[in-house]
């Protein structure tokens, strides 16, 4: 899951820099071969002018970054001061060699090698499948009477998205749904994730108001289409797409009006929809909502309330998804048997030193505040001990924040005996999205640092330069982080039924190149550490890879490709090539594991086999959208105009006559 504001909120800046990117056309590399880098030393980072509107880490952000200097990148965002930087680059440069040092060491989840692969199968039954979302790649944005939702909103405010690109029409989806069923088909997957738009149902956001049956009609034909193709829908109902009117009349998800509102939805889709579909996903990954909507600004609706916003935003949400579980326990599950979910997506967080109590309990606080601070109040009844302390207003110890700070109450919001009762164990499945693992250690915010999510914890963030890291700014690949997260949601919430929801790795815009085999090493290994972790007793059904399609990365537009398939987002029509994860993903599937290490180092070549075709299919493309336009322009106008002289002939002709 993307982090990667730093904690003063503020927001990053593109600067068109890649990350561990070759020189190559396609723009393509799975990591960083850091003796052909161009370094920049850490003093670089310190003394770099930083553009209008950003901060430091931004400018580090956009240039390749050193090995080493990475640590100083992530230091540096938690708001170290000039000053200390020299001291602290020496320490840092201790740092990164004794964790270069101490890497064959493990944490103790398991006792198991953090990098050994193993060969076995899941369970019979294990379901596989891909996931999408509504705004970010149905498209149709303003058809078929569909209400305007925050992102629509939002992205087309300038300066808002990378290149200002929106969602407006994306991938087509809406359109194109038919042939995307045939692509899944093809792949043989068990399962299909995606999401209803409400303002596409319910243009107001209000069922009193208006329904828009054409917008039924295609979530109704969409979950036909793939019952008939025997692949399972799962339904997100609230993939970040709020309706615009609900956040302009009441301030979206900081009213407590909205959780009647949800359910309203909620409760349409269930009377709709709820015959056919049987897994439902209340809420996809509030964390984002409430951080990136209502902290840091740069998600929809864009507010930055900070130390404040998000944590309401968070608990109108878990109310939100609280009341939906009571209305499907009490008035739908007899007749349709479902189950009712919510997909939390979490990061992994590693003790920078396993043997520093500090780092430990630091290590705690950053998965409490990402994945406890939902998960908590839902399985157990309320917030995490550790944000009721830290967020708290007790000002004995340090940490304490909003007694620190002055305040009569913590900013963080409080659960009524009743409504702990209420709230706990609403949970049929969790859903769980996961992409990458950050190393963390102890940092004292100072109280004068001001109201942030970021400074409550008390943190710092690191990652390990040996980390691959082939697209996004955030997302290094940490196989061994999924397997501890599995364990950790184990224990912490009593072994619950599981699905990953999601999990896959991108590649940036620029990268043509449909042999991905970064993507591929991806899978192998994430998957693998999901097949430990199902071994170690993890009760996980299911898995999703994320995503069918490249799409809109939110912020980043369309920068960032998560695809299996690839995107010509060039060609007004959109067309679809597989990239070379697509057989390998099919190989997984097929196998439903990893069945022996003959077979399974078979599958790259045979991948590869297939994808140099699809990249010359993919080369010729733009003459083919050229030649399309052609025939959809010039050919219309001839006509019109062969039309038209013969008008005007035939009246001469007549003229003549008469
Ligand atoms: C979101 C997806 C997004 C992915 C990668 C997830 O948390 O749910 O919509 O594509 O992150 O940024």
Not at 348 to 360: A, I, K, L, M, T
Not at 582 to 601: A, D, L, W
Request: proline share 4%.
């Amino acid at each position: 899951m993307k982090q990667k504001h730093n904690e003063r909120g503020v927001q990053r800046q593109h600067f068109g820099g890649e990350k561990g990117r070759d020189g190559g056309g396609a723009r393509c590399s799975w990591s960083l071969d850091h003796s052909q880098e161009a370094w920049r030393t850490p003093q670089d980072f310190l003394t770099a002018p930083s553009p209008a509107g950003s901060d430091k880490s931004a400018v580090a952000m956009a240039t390749h970054i050193r090995a080493e200097d990475r640590f100083f990148w992530l230091v540096w965002q938690f708001g170290v001061t000039e000053a200390s930087g020299t001291m602290l680059r020496t320490g840092m440069r201790l740092l990164a060699l004794a964790l270069c040092v101490s890497a064959g060491g493990d944490f103790d989840w398991t006792k198991n090698e953090k990098t050994s692969f193993y060969y076995g199968t899941f369970p019979t039954g294990f379901s596989w499948g891909v996931g999408s979302s509504a705004y970010q790649t149905e498209g149709a944005w303003n058809t078929d009477g569909k209400g305007m939702s925050i992102w629509d909103v939002f992205a087309h405010k300038k300066g808002k998205i990378s290149s200002n690109e929106t969602g407006d029409s994306s991938c087509e989806g809406y359109y194109k749904f038919k042939d995307d069923i045939n692509l899944m088909k093809e792949m043989k997957l068990n399962h299909y994730r995606f999401s209803v738009s409400w303002p596409r149902i319910l243009p107001s956001g209000l069922r009193s108001e208006h329904v828009n049956e054409k917008g039924i009609r295609y979530y109704s034909d969409l979950i036909d289409l793939l019952l008939d193709s025997k692949i399972t829908p799962v339904v997100t109902l609230y993939h970040w797409d709020l309706p615009q009117v609900l956040q302009e009349k009441y301030g979206g998800w900081q009213n407590a009006s909205m959780v009647g509102y949800f359910n309203e939805f909620a409760n349409l889709c269930f009377e709709r929809f709820g015959n056919r579909v049987k897994h439902w996903i209340t809420f996809n990954n509030p964390w984002s909502i409430s951080v990136e909507g209502y902290e840091t600004g740069e998600h929809a609706p864009g507010l930055r309330m900070r130390g404040s916003g998000a944590y309401k935003a968070a608990h109108h949400i878990i109310k939100a998804h609280a009341k939906v579980w009571h209305t499907y326990d009490m008035k739908w599950r007899s007749k349709q048997k479902g189950l009712i979910g919510i997909s939390l997506t979490a990061d992994w967080g590693e003790p920078v030193d396993v043997s520093n109590q500090r780092d430990v309990e630091a290590a705690e606080r950053y998965i409490h505040f990402y994945l406890g601070w939902f998960a908590t109040p839902l399985f157990h009844g309320d917030y995490p001990a550790v944000m009721k302390e830290y967020i708290g207003t007790f000002t004995l110890c340090s940490g304490r924040k909003s007694g620190q700070q002055g305040l009569g109450a913590s900013r963080l919001p409080v659960f009524s005996p009743q409504e702990k009762s209420y709230v706990r164990g609403t949970v049929d499945f969790l859903g769980l999205g996961h992409y990458t693992t950050r190393y963390v250690t102890q940092k004292n915010y100072p109280s004068g640092f001001g109201d942030s999510y970021f400074a409550d914890r008390d943190l710092a963030e690191l990652v390990d330069p040996k980390w691959p890291d082939p697209g996004s700014e955030w997302l290094y690949s940490v196989p061994w982080g999924f397997r501890r997260l599995l364990n950790f949601v184990k224990t912490q919430y009593g072994n619950p039924m599981i699905y990953v929801t999601e999990n896959g790795v991108s590649e940036k815009m620029q990268c043509t190149d449909l042999c991905d085999d970064w993507r591929m090493q991806y899978f192998r290994e994430y998957i693998n550490e999901l097949l430990k972790a199902v071994r170690d007793g993890v009760n996980v059904k299911g898995y999703t890879a994320w995503s069918l399609l490249d799409g809109f990365e939110w912020d980043e537009g369309f920068s960032e490709r998560f695809g299996l398939y690839f995107v010509d987002f060039r060609n007004k029509n959109k067309p679809r090539f597989p990239k070379a994860s697509v057989q390998f993903y099919k190989r997984i599937i097929s196998s439903n594991g990893f069945p022996n290490q003959r077979e399974v180092e078979s599958w790259k070549r045979k991948a590869v086999e297939t994808c140099s075709s699809s990249n010359q299919l993919l080369a010729a493309d733009p003459l083919v959208g050229h030649m399309e336009m052609v025939t959809e322009i010039v050919v219309p106008t001839v006509c019109t105009l062969c039309i038209l002289l013969s008008a005007v002939f035939f009246m001469f002709l007549l003229r003549r006559r008469l």
